[in-house]
């Protein structure tokens, strides 16, 4: 790992303000409302998809966000859109001290130097057409980057830095698999050393051991080169592994955002603690964490709930919640930095609960009848046992009345024989 600390070392060392905890990347009241459009020859909008409606978050030098939630939730039009890969509908995008909203196309090139992004499907993201050399080269010549070492040698420095031979350097993307594919997208967002790099799930496509490589590899290249992340994901155990922080989205909003701990142990939204109950575990019999289970899918986000979005499944919705959007404020009992959005926060605690929360009539139904089944037949044995007693109780009767008959018999056996 020579070669990693070394290009690390190239890299420009933080500012002071930087390095006392300021923000590389605000977001506030981002939006990205997709239009639907109706007829042919003339077309006009009937309608938007609100794939992210107010999202505010911020991502300091050095740290990872990690952003959770369910398919469909915003989550990857989040990253998009901080990438400026989207152009928002509304909101404000502040990357580096310098607004980037609308910044023109033209001229998000020096900004991109330093904004990165590791897509989420490896086998898309790379020109089948071009040799893994070019792929990692093209970055630094689009940009004027000129490595005092030469491109060749640059590419072939990155490649051994993602765990790959440099050898590979005049390869094509077909001759690797999707691991490898994966750290050769990692490769060429490194190529700019850029500040923050947003990772759009970049493991959810791999084997689960390919996975630790790329998480793995992911955090020794933050701790060496000071990279701050917004890292994406599905996956609840490899965000907690890999994120300081954490925010949980829901239908295009951030319902949620503390410290790791906080988000895992502490949890006060509602949807939080049904997204952590959702984690299944090696052993259920020994699982002591509540357990909920939530009716029905995500509302459309064509045409979203008012207020609170998740008063459609929620267990504590009242009124209120209709009528009045919760703001993501700290509410009491929250640490420092922990913001929740509900009116009606649950207790901060992941432990079991006297009965579980299920709302699916259905599968309630179910485990009902599973129940019942289950007693049943713990008391069957039972009830034979009960049966059989009597019978039992006879069996002695009868057997002590014939110890008498065959005394006497004996006794005239012998009376005969003598």
Not at 122 to 130: E, F, G, K, V
Not at 225 to 238: E, N, R, S, W
Request: glycine share 8%.
């Amino acid at each position: 790992m020579s070669t990693t600390k070394s290009i690390a070392e190239q890299r420009p060392a933080p500012d002071a303000e930087s390095s006392s905890g300021e923000n590389l990347l605000e977001v506030s009241g981002l939006q990205m409302h997709f239009p639907i459009r109706q007829g042919i020859i003339f077309q006009r909008q009937v309608g938007a998809v609100k794939a992210v409606d107010g999202v505010d978050f911020a991502v300091k030098a050095g740290e990872s966000l990690g952003l959770v939630g369910e398919s469909g939730c915003g989550k990857s039009t989040t990253g998009r859109l901080a990438t400026r890969l989207l152009e928002p509908t509304g909101g404000k995008i502040v990357f580096d001290g310098e607004d980037i909203t609308h910044k023109p196309v033209a001229k998000m090139r020096e900004a991109r130097q330093n904004l990165q992004m590791i897509f989420q499907d490896p086998y898309s993201s790379l020109n089948p057409r071009h040799t893994v050399g070019t792929i990692i080269e093209t970055p630094m010549k689009l940009n004027g980057i000129n490595p005092p070492q030469g491109h060749k040698k640059r590419a072939q420095e990155l490649l051994e830095i993602v765990g790959l031979n440099p050898e590979h350097y005049n390869r094509y993307p077909n001759e690797f698999s999707g691991g490898q594919r994966q750290r050769i997208g990692i490769a060429r967002a490194l190529a700019l050393k850029p500040k923050l790099i947003v990772a759009d799930e970049p493991v959810s496509a791999l084997d689960v051991s390919i996975q630790a490589q790329v998480v793995n590899l992911l955090q020794d290249l933050q701790k060496e080169m000071g990279i701050a992340f917004l890292f994406i994901a599905h996956d609840l155990a490899v965000v907690r592994h890999f994120s300081e922080r954490v925010a949980v989205m829901y239908l295009g909003k951030i319902v949620e955002v503390g410290d790791r701990r906080a988000i895992y142990e502490r949890p006060r939204h509602p949807y939080t603690h049904a997204l952590l109950s959702s984690v299944p575990e090696i052993n259920p019999a020994a699982d002591a964490r509540e357990r909920i289970r939530l009716a029905g899918d995500v509302p459309s986000p064509i045409d979203p709930p008012s207020g609170c979005r998740f008063r459609t499944r929620c267990w504590k919705a009242q009124d209120k919640c209709a009528t009045e959007e919760p703001p993501l404020v700290r509410i009491e009992g929250n640490g420092e930095g922990h913001l929740t959005a509900c009116h009606f926060p649950e207790e901060p605690s992941i432990t079991a609960r006297e009965e579980a929360i299920v709302l699916d009539p259905a599968l309630a139904a179910l485990e009902k009848a599973a129940t019942a089944a289950e007693a049943s037949k713990t008391e069957a044995p039972k009830a034979d046992a009960k049966a059989d007693a009597p019978k039992a109780e006879a069996s002695k009767a009868e057997a002590k009345a014939e110890v008498p008959k065959a005394d006497a018999k004996a006794d005239e056996a012998g009376k005969d024989s003598k």
